[in-house]
């Protein structure tokens, strides 16, 4: 338990490394980015494996930081932190596999990626809001670079839209983290004194500062409709960046609210349940069905993994427990699968046949030339869909049970969204994979004769990033009982109990 | 009276190692000889520095006397403080200009340089207006010709001149500010006055003389809609002079200002209990800089340009912290403007080192600097992000501890720090303009394909980038000083 602070440590340290090795061979940086990856998820795992479930946050780390502000170095973990750490570990890993062709600027590439990991990492750990805060925005600057400088399609844009819009969030978080703190009078930031300062704030400026800190995370989590950064930031950036940014980027969002705005503030949650839950489900339906116009295969998935953010936010929503966990299982779940998704069609087939049109793909009977990537796709498409068995599944079914039982009418609606995932999923596997099949294939064969032959093998990273992912899909949709023994007992602290009881502890 | 001369000497012995010094470099320079130009100026940077560490050294001896000389100057924590930060932006700030071959005078320019730093250490302990005045005096007319040095472009001509005019009537409403506080008080000292103050209470000639005087120091600060020098100013000066008169410069002049207006106008503050006061003309000014500022940045494609009006728009923060520190102390802004000093004189320290090579006046000139020289790309990140106030470095404490006081100090001042919290995500708009080029973009294909720093200024540039990042990793080491 007591090495999970290193994640941060070995991930700011692998970066500085990565920079170095990056000027004697781009080989020597991928080495690195890859060895503390690894040892990020390894920390994780141990620490998983010695893990006790409890109600509390269990502390890694507290000393005084600036004591001027009363800010403390405070690491602590929950059953909610170490699932997502588990997860942080496995996208950084999966997203160095995915990255192992890049050859330009390599070094740079991987302090920027290894930076933005260890700020990821800090989020999940923090038990004080400023310390929290502080990691959240290490995370935001390296997003800039890593889309801008080894980024597709409009990548200055995105990459300029993605920055401006994680940090108008938190500056947003900002504005609602000193409000609280000065109206609170509270002598530190740590998450259960602000807690306490916050109960002594009038019920109306609680609403308003509920509202600056929920917008400000829900922001980077995709909340309808400031979800517009997402997909072109998912399109333009790098695969290994946009499987980060959709598989834990977006996450930091959805654990902001869960973490710091919903237990500081039950009281003006409860009030503002209504409201999120329908953007939520705005979000879920309308993602949905832009996804399933999308003529380019990324957007596809760049707006699917909005509409399946839309179930996490769904799930805070509701605040039943089981919502709850669903909606962290959830998380989970998408980081992997979103990361699955991205892989496929950013490094196996856009980096094969160069184009992400779907009209183009159909032409080329992929899943003959690409029969690896096909199945994948197939089977992390399903997954997606939620199909028993894999990690959807549990995460989807816990969230929509739960929101049932706080408003049926919410659940009827969002599930109209899992029809619609159903819907544009299969229409991006058949058309993209399976668009010329029997006749047509032959011909199309005989046309793409010599692409057939150019389509470089998928290399091993490839696979072995693949198979990873996937078997962490089945593994989480198989044995989900997994993380919910560890996300559970976490939700059955007090502050959790006030907020899923409305406000009364 | 009975004035003990040994006493004052003793007590400025800084500022008399400063002018010492600048003499000396003078002197050292003045016999015709056949040192190339280069060698000059490593001479007269290498005796500046020697003159700065002596004032910094003998600033530790004399540490904290309180009032001194009765009361003319008082060595408090806060002068105390400023006036080693005044020393250390110097140091840097030659730093820099070792690295630069433009000047044909570079004696004379550091002994300026030394003269100016003599000003800010002495605006930073005056507790009495004649004596603030002077002192402010001595670093503006240094400063002006600073602006004017290089002799060999019309800009910088320009921008001597512009600064001139404008701190010259600048500098004349403020006198008359305090002809006015001394007709309605009779006393130039500040305890004097705010003991005549709380006597007499706010009268309307007392808020002309308040407006006048903050006319004058809006003017200093750079803040809106005083600001129209600083674009010019900044563009047009040698990239130390501008470095000087955006870092020291406004430490100095901030210091000044907290003591005018806490302990000497304190009692005419108003603000909290609906009293017109000055309170309100710095609120106004700190909103019209921070709009203004963060708005006309994003329309620059000057590098100095888009320096200057991020400086117009970190005034408006600073005002705040002004404001604030009659509730939080005066750490806040002290921290803020220190931190913003090393990061403006970093940003500064880069141009130079540029310039040296081929033009830096576009953003575009910029492109594709980080093959040309990874250590100024790396550093000028540093520099302009802490700029933008991204964490672990110090710019982002320096805005919490700002806005967080700010939010404490009452109604007004909590609104306009959460504006100013919402600006900031524009504000990283045009910070990003300047780091796109340098990190993002390809080299254009007529410039130089590397650029060599001077030891020097290499030594520097990685010196202050460190120092911002130990400051935000560790901002007690400044905060616990007060």
Redesign the interface.
């Known amino acids: 338990m007591n090495l999970l602070p290193w994640t941060l440590y070995v991930s700011f340290a692998g970066a500085l490394l990565a920079l170095l090795a990056g000027t004697r061979s781009a080989a020597a940086a991928r080495r690195v980015a890859l060895g503390t990856a690894l040892a990020g998820l390894a920390i994780t795992l141990l620490a998983a494996r010695e893990f006790v479930p409890g109600p509390e946050l269990q502390t890694l780390v507290n000393v005084p930081w600036i004591t001027e502000l009363g800010v403390r170095y405070h690491l602590a973990v929950d059953g909610i932190s170490l699932s997502l750490l588990v997860l942080t570990g496995l996208a950084a890993t999966a997203g160095i596999l995915f990255s192992w062709n890049n050859e330009e600027r390599t070094g740079e590439f991987f302090a920027f990626y290894l930076s933005l990991i260890g700020g990821v990492y800090g989020v999940f750990m923090s038990a004080d809001v400023f310390l929290l805060f502080v990691f959240y925005e290490i995370a935001i600057v390296p997003k800039y670079f890593l889309v801008a400088v080894w980024g597709s399609t409009n990548r200055e844009y995105g990459a300029m839209k993605l920055v401006l819009y994680s940090f108008a969030g938190s500056a947003l978080v900002l504005i609602g983290l000193l409000w609280a703190h000065a109206a609170g009078g509270a002598t530190g930031y740590g998450l259960a004194e602000l807690a306490e300062g916050a109960r002594h704030i009038p019920a109306g400026s609680q609403i308003a500062i509920f509202a600056l800190l929920f917008l400000g995370f829900a922001v980077l989590a995709g909340l309808f409709p400031f979800h517009t950064w997402a997909p072109t930031g998912h399109v333009a950036a790098p695969t290994g960046a946009s499987m980060l940014l959709a598989g834990v980027v977006m996450k930091l969002g959805a654990y902001g609210c869960l973490r710091v705005a919903m237990p500081l503030f039950p009281g003006a949650f409860a009030v503002c349940q209504p409201v999120i839950a329908w953007l939520a489900i705005a979000g879920i339906v309308y993602a949905g069905f832009i996804a399933l116009v999308q003529s380019d295969f990324k957007f596809v998935i760049g707006y699917s993994s909005v509409s399946h953010m839309g179930f996490v936010l769904l799930g805070l929503a509701a605040a039943t427990p089981l919502a709850l966990a669903g909606a962290v299982l959830q998380m989970v779940s998408h980081g992997i699968i979103a990361g699955l998704l991205f892989a496929v069609v950013g490094r196996m087939v856009y980096e094969r046949t160069h184009t992400r049109e779907l009209a183009a793909l159909q032409a080329m009977p992929l899943h003959r030339l690409l029969p690896f990537a096909a199945g994948v796709f197939v089977l992390a498409g399903f997954a997606s869909l939620g199909l028993p068995g894999f990690s959807g599944f549990p995460a989807e079914l816990s969230i929509l049970t739960g929101t049932w039982q706080a408003k049926p009418l919410w659940a009827v609606c969002a599930a109209l969204g899992i029809v619609v995932a159903g819907a544009f999923t299969l229409r991006a596997i058949h058309v993209a994979f399976f668009g010329s099949t029997g006749a047509t294939a032959l011909l199309a064969d005989a046309g793409h004769h010599d692409e057939a032959h150019a389509m470089a093998p998928i290399s091993w990273p490839e696979k072995t990033g693949a198979l990873l992912l996937l078997a962490a899909t089945l593994w989480v949709g198989l044995k989900p009982d997994v993380l919910l023994d560890w996300i559970v007992p976490a939700l059955q602290s007090p502050a959790f109990k006030a907020v899923i009881n409305g406000g009364t502890p | 009276m009975n004035f003990a001369y040994a006493e004052l000497l003793s007590a400025l012995r800084p500022e008399l190692s400063l002018v010492v010094g600048a003499l000396l470099v003078l002197a050292v320079d003045l016999p015709k000889t056949k040192r190339s130009l280069e060698r000059r100026t490593h001479i007269a940077c290498g005796m500046g520095a020697a003159a700065l560490l002596a004032a910094l050294v003998s600033l530790l001896g004399v540490g904290n006397l309180g009032n001194i000389w009765g009361g003319v100057l008082v060595l408090d924590t806060l002068a105390l403080v400023a006036r080693g930060g005044v020393f250390g932006l110097g140091l840097l700030t030659l730093g820099i200009t070792a690295g630069t071959t433009r000047l044909r005078n570079p004696a004379e320019f550091v002994a300026v340089i030394l003269f100016a730093i003599t000003g800010f250490a002495l605006m930073a302990a005056a507790q009495q207006l004649l004596l603030a005045f002077l002192a402010l005096e001595l670093a503006s007319l240094s400063l002006y010709v600073l602006a004017g040095f290089d002799k060999t472009r019309a800009e910088s001509a320009e921008a001597g001149l512009k600064y001139f005019l404008f701190g010259g009537v600048s500098a004349a409403f403020m006198l008359f500010g305090f002809s006015l506080i001394y007709g309605l008080t009779g006393s130039i000292e500040l305890p004097e006055i705010a003991r005549q103050l709380a006597l007499s209470g706010p009268s309307p000639l007392l808020l002309v003389a308040l407006v006048l005087v903050l006319v004058g120091f809006g003017f200093k600060a750079a803040a809106a809609p005083f600001h129209l020098w600083a674009p010019d100013v900044y563009q047009g000066a040698p990239a130390p002079a501008a470095a000087l008169i955006a870092s020291a410069s406004k430490l100095a002049g901030f210091t000044l200002f907290l003591r005018l207006l806490w302990p000497g106008l304190g009692g005419v503050a108003g603000g909290g209990n609906g009293m017109a006061g000055w309170i309100t003309v710095v609120v106004w000014l700190a909103l019209a800089s921070l709009l203004l500022g963060n708005f006309v940045a994003l329309a620059q494609s000057k590098v100095r340009r888009v320096l200057a009006y991020s400086a117009i728009a970190h005034a408006g923060a600073l005002l705040l912290g002004v404001i604030a520190a009659g509730w939080a102390g005066v750490?806040p802004l002290l921290y803020y403007v220190m931190t913003y000093g090393v990061a403006t004189v970093g940003a500064f320290g880069v141009i130079a080192a540029v310039e040296r090579h081929q033009p830096c006046v576009n953003l575009a000139d910029l492109a594709g600097l980080r093959t040309k020289s990874p250590l100024l790309a790396g550093c000028l990140m540093v520099f302009v992000?802490s700029l933008a106030g991204?964490?672990?470095l110090a710019g982002?404490?320096g805005k919490?501890?700002v806005?967080?006081s700010a939010?404490?100090a009452g109604c007004m001042t909590?609104w306009l720090?959460?504006l100013a919290?919402?600006l900031?995500?524009v504000a990283?708009?045009y910070y990003?303009q300047i780091l796109?080029p340098a990190?993002?973009l390809p080299a254009q294909p007529d410039t130089a394909t590397r650029i060599p720093v001077h030891p020097v200024a290499a030594i520097t540039l990685v010196f202050a980038a460190g120092l911002i990042l130990l400051l935000g990793l560790w901002?007690?080491l400044l905060?616990?000083l007060f």
């Open positions: 750490a992000l991204i964490p672990p982002f404490v919490f501890l806005f967080s939010l404490q909590g720090a959460l919290i919402l900031s995500a990283l708009y990003l796109k990190l993002v901002p007690s905060l616990g």
